[in-house]
């Protein structure tokens, strides 16, 4: 190997590796503050890529419907649980986010998909359209469980797992798709080039830690966030509302899962039924995080990404084999590390 | 546990259901995967809703069982008779190396941990040459008896519900027997476990063994049904798809797995073949729905459908009391009175910066009763957790009759005769109280888990369940006998531990607030049982804030505060010294 495909295949490998460091992030947000092991993360990441790569080729992308179709049944969820005390505000404020919202951007959707929209707008439509699913899912699935094990959530997520896919191939089709790029051009630098999306990348990448981290640091919500995590009671007992904290986390990672999406699909080919493997690396990186350091994550990521890409070199027939064999060592140390008193869960 | 005679039924009415006149040969197809499947949700009931254990690699043992076989059969030309065994070994010795690896770990690493090896091991299956690699192995040969061949649906029929059936009664023989118990304690978390003895690191890796053995059972029945194997059923949709079926029919129930099994092979079957029907040309609708019935069912019962049929039926009386006249062996009694039997010497506990037991020392003497008070946060449950081995000393040393045991873990102090009780109750809920307090036996019995699964450990287990009856009744529970312990109020929920504790046998007992949540009658039994304790021999050391009943009771009394001692005596002194004082009721009180 010359140093000329070393170096190509480390540009490929971070590259992947960003997007799998900002999935990583998404996981251990949605799971610290929920619970919630997220595995419809990577339909976020197709649902995203694809609904953008439809509008750009002035499709009309069935997500938007199906927002709206998710709006009205939390809508409907809403009603019910406050069936014994309704009242007007509590009604509108459920009308507006639940309803009115996804009509808009339904209405908009249809209106630009007609004609062609430049790429700034598919990438606008299409994440207020995926935040929008991500937020009406955690209402009408995961809300209703929230008092209940990870074990059922985990089931949960399956289920939605399942449906979204299913839903994903009725929406776009059996073919893969490709998107035009975010930002294009390119530069050398020395045997290296670089594309703008790939910078894209990475610029997002590192916006999106930095966010997060100045999100949780600094902000109200992102405390409560982190308390919400720490301790639901706890929480609650200081006035912290529990579903905001949840419908936070969902919508962040629909955000973030979407934006990932969007960043690849002008790199790679993606299939109603990709998001699934993309989904799992981000895990594997968020495991070897330990599912709550966020700059261990992002570096884990990294290295997934640089494993992936060297041994898709080498040796590309067990290149799934060993990115997820990688976790065979990091869970050895992490079980020789295991603290010795460990109070139970449940 | 519970009567055999609806396992009888159940299995009389499969055995029936081939010969039903009009039977459609593909209804047989069906309960053939649902055999093979509830073989292997079976195994996730032991390992997630009974041992708190999740797992999604389940498929990948199935694999291992179902190319076990295969390559055996078809490349060295082995019977399946003799495939079997090999299968079965596979997978378990498999489960060895990678439970190991994973059942240390906990909450959230373990499920993920599973998924990650359980798809690596699917690329694996679809990458080796000598499996077949995508292809997967053909002409494997059917199941025979003699001159006849299962190449029928029908015929294996037999094989895989006899399977299944004998599968679940060892099951629940396991369940309900001494591993059982422990097995059952794992998902409360393992300190309270452990102080009985319990080596819950074993205990975890039986219940990957047995889940995986189950599995790769089912992966060989499978093998000779299809007569092909290929990677895809072992993927991870699959091990994610058996976790669910174990957790739609009722994570905790062995028959929760085959009703699961029933449910959702009979569920994407309806779904295939008549959602087409209603919405016709378009791909994947039954995987929608599939997944949304599945959010749904969620929602109504989180608990799984088995524990929700159940509640139906009406209540069965509690068991039967067991024959108290049955005994144990018990340990030779300690030296007489004035030996020193527990001596804490300069110990100390740092966390951190916090040091949380400040160089202590005291002993306790045979036959005596220690009290140990303090202020909230003086230190005392550290002590406790010092001398039980929970937690392991900066500094200092604790020796028993002589012995030091400073690094000793629980199971080994327990084993030198002190039990203990938890100031947070630490029982399981959904345990009667008479198997809760025969976890504290557990040392005191020699059954393993074989000899359980095939009831060859009756004797035994009476026995075990003759001492915890006894001690129930020594503390006065005998009505709560059968019922779950989490059924009982907080007051008597301690007495139960207390029960649990005098089960070891034990020389030292030591109780943390033993007396608190007692109603005024319940702490004077306390008083008097605690006394006779001592008159018979035993030695207790406990923690309380209950002055009045801790002045009436100890003999001498140890007073901390910041984690350092300040006074000891007896409680005429203790109840004048102006430092004690100082520590609970501020400066010159």
Not at chain 1, 102 to 119: D, E, N, R
Not at chain 2, 251 to 272: M, N, S
Not at chain 2, 295 to 309: E, I, R, S
């Amino acid at each position: 190997m010359n140093t000329t495909i070393m170096l190509f295949l480390m540009q490929d490998g971070i590259t992947n590796g960003a997007i799998y460091a900002l999935l990583g992030l998404a996981l251990v947000l949605v799971f610290a503050v929920t619970r919630v092991i997220l595995i419809p993360q990577g339909e976020f990441v197709t649902y995203g890529a694809l609904t953008y790569a439809s509008l750009a080729a002035g499709q009309m992308p069935g997500t938007a419907k199906l927002a709206l179709a998710l709006g009205i049944g939390a809508f409907a969820f809403d009603l019910i649980v406050a069936r014994k005390a309704l009242h007007g505000r509590l009604i509108l404020r459920s009308v507006v986010t639940n309803i009115v919202l996804p009509s808009i951007v339904l209405a908009l959707t249809v209106y630009f998909a007609a004609q062609k929209p430049p790429v700034a707008i598919c990438i606008v439509l299409s994440l207020v359209i995926v935040a929008m699913i991500g937020l009406y899912l955690y209402r009408i699935a995961f809300q209703p469980l929230a008092h209940t094990s990870v074990l059922v959530l985990l089931i949960a997520s399956v289920g939605v797992h399942l449906a979204l896919q299913g839903l994903g191939l009725l929406f776009f089709g059996a073919e893969g798709q490709r998107g035009p790029a975010v930002l294009s051009g390119a530069f050398t630098a020395g045997a290296l080039r670089f594309t703008g999306q790939s910078l894209t990348v990475y610029g997002i990448t590192v916006a999106f830690i930095v966010g997060l981290w100045l999100f949780f640091g600094l902000t109200l919500y992102g405390k409560a966030l982190r308390a919400t995590a720490v301790n639901r009671l706890g929480a609650r007992l200081a006035g912290i509302r529990t579903t905001l904290s949840g419908q936070i986390a969902f919508l962040l990672a629909s955000v973030i899962g979407a934006l990932s999406g969007i960043m690849i699909v002008p790199i790679t080919t993606l299939y109603y039924d990709s998001g699934f493997l993309i989904g799992l690396k981000g895990f594997v990186a968020a495991i070897i995080g330990g599912l709550v350091s966020y700059p261990l994550t992002a570096v884990a990521a990294l290295v997934v990404g640089l494993v992936e890409a060297f041994s898709s070199f080498y040796a590309s027939n067990y290149k799934e084999v060993i990115v997820f064999m990688l976790l065979i060592p990091v869970l050895l140390l992490r079980s020789l590390a295991a603290p010795a008193v460990e109070e139970e869960k449940d | 546990m519970q009567s055999r005679l609806p396992i009888l039924v159940f299995a009389l009415v499969m055995a029936a259901i081939p010969f039903v006149p009009g039977m459609p040969p593909f209804w047989i197809v069906l309960l053939d995967n649902i055999g093979l499947t509830a073989l292997v949700a079976m195994g996730l009931v032991l390992l997630t809703g009974v041992g708190g254990l999740t797992s999604f690699g389940q498929a990948a043992f199935v694999g291992f069982g179902a190319y076990t076989t295969a390559v055996l059969s078809t490349a060295y030309g082995l019977s399946p008779w003799l495939t079997l065994p090999l299968s079965l070994a596979v997978s378990g010795s498999l489960a060895v190396l990678l439970g190991l690896i994973t059942v240390r770990l906990s909450g959230h690493y373990l499920p993920l941990g599973t998924l990650a090896w359980g798809l690596g091991l699917f690329y694996l299956f679809s990458k080796l040459e000598f499996l077949g690699r995508n292809d997967g192995i053909s002409a494997i040969p059917p199941l025979s008896i003699g001159t006849f061949k299962m190449l029928s649906p029908g015929s294996i029929y037999y094989a895989i519900w006899v399977a299944v059936i004998l599968s679940a009664l060892l099951t629940m023989n396991l369940l309900d027997s001494r591993t059982g118990r422990a097995i059952r304690a794992l998902r409360r978390g393992h300190v309270a476990a452990e102080a009985f003895g319990v080596h819950t690191p074993r205990a975890k890796l039986l219940v990957f063994i047995h889940a995986a053995v189950l599995a790769g059972l089912s992966g060989w029945l499978y093998a000779h049904l299809q007569r092909a194997v290929n990677p895809t059923p072992f993927g991870a949709q699959a091990g994610i798809e058996y976790l669910f079926i174990a957790v739609v029919g009722g994570a905790g129930y062995v028959w929760g797995g085959v009703l699961g099994a029933a449910i959702v092979v009979v569920l994407k079957e309806v779904l295939q073949s008549y959602l087409p029907l209603i919405l016709p040309g378009s791909g994947q609708v039954e995987t929608i729905v599939f997944g949304i019935m599945l959010v749904a069912l969620l929602q109504l019962a989180p608990g799984g459908l088995w524990p929700w049929l159940i509640s139906f039926l009406p209540e069965r009386a509690g068991g039967k009391k067991p024959d108290t006249s049955l005994k144990l062996e018990q340990r030779p009694r300690a030296p007489g009175e004035g030996s020193i039997l527990l001596q804490v010497d300069k110990a100390r506990k740092q966390f951190g910066g916090v040091v949380a037991v400040n160089n202590v020392s005291f002993d306790v003497q045979a036959r005596e009763i220690v009290a140990l008070i303090g202020p909230n946060g003086a230190g005392k449950s550290t002590t406790f957790n010092l001398i039980t081995g929970v937690l392991s000393a900066t500094a200092g040393s604790i020796s028993v009759l002589g012995k030091k045991v400073d690094k000793a873990p629980p199971q080994e102090i327990v084993k030198l005769g002190i039990s203990r009780t938890f100031q947070h109750v630490k029982l399981v809920p959904d345990m009667t109280v008479l198997e809760n307090v025969a976890i504290g036996a557990h040392l005191r019995g020699h059954a393993g888990p074989i000899s359980s699964m095939l009831r060859l450990d009756r004797a035994d287990e009476a026995k075990l369940l003759a001492e915890a009856a006894r001690q129930i009744e020594r503390v006065g529970l005998t009505e709560q006998m059968h019922q779950l312990a989490g059924s009982l109020s907080l007051g008597q929920q301690r007495i139960v531990e207390i029960a649990r504790a005098l089960c070891v046998d034990p020389m030292l007992l030591l109780l943390d607030e033993p007396a608190a949540g007692l109603r005024h009658m319940e702490k004077q039994r306390l008083a008097t049982l605690l006394r006779d304790l001592r008159d018979g021999g035993m030695s207790v050391l406990l923690v309380e804030h209950d002055m009045g009943f801790v002045m009436n009771l100890a003999d001498r009394i140890v007073v901390l505060d910041f984690g350092t001692k300040i006074a000891e005596g007896t409680p005429a002194t203790i109840k004048t010294n102006p430092e004690v004082i100082k520590a609970y009721l501020g400066v010159a009180a």
